[in-house]
């Protein structure tokens, strides 16, 4: 019961990374979420906690988890939250959003590239 509540006590809402540390992680996108799945959970807030532990509390095997931090799995999309709230950082879902900011800002400049050339032939 002591240990429960020692770790209770210590459960914060994951902390934000430094955009810096996401750029480290590369420009390849899956390889960058895989970099970022290591540096989070070699970054944990609770060190002493082990990956059977934090798969339990994941909800996936523990075979499965190993696997995902050594790079060889992937992060079930179903699990980040709770992989994160486990770890106490958002670097997955913050490398996540990075590369769905710049696949949006690819596609509006194709767009914009698009109306401008039909612009330009209409006139």
Not at 32 to 38: P, R, S, Y
Not at 52 to 77: I, Q, T, W
Not at 90 to 119: G, H, L, P
Request: positive net charge; hydrophobic residues 40%; aromatic residues 6%.
């Amino acid at each position: 019961m002591n240990r429960e509540l020692a770790l209770l006590a210590e459960i914060k809402q994951p902390s934000q990374i430094a955009e810096t540390k996401i750029a480290e992680f590369g420009n390849e996108e899956e390889n960058a979420i895989g970099e970022a799945i290591k540096w989070a959970w070699l970054h944990r807030r609770i060190q002493r906690m082990s990956q059977r532990r934090a798969s339990e509390l994941c909800g996936m095997p523990a075979s499965h988890f190993s696997n995902m931090v050594n790079g060889d799995k992937y992060l079930p999309p179903q699990k980040l939250n709770q992989f994160e709230w486990v770890v106490g950082n958002t670097a997955v879902s913050q490398t996540i959003e990075k590369f769905r900011v710049v696949r949006n800002s690819e596609i509006v400049r194709q767009v914009s590239q698009i109306v401008a050339e039909n612009m330009v032939r209409a006139a």
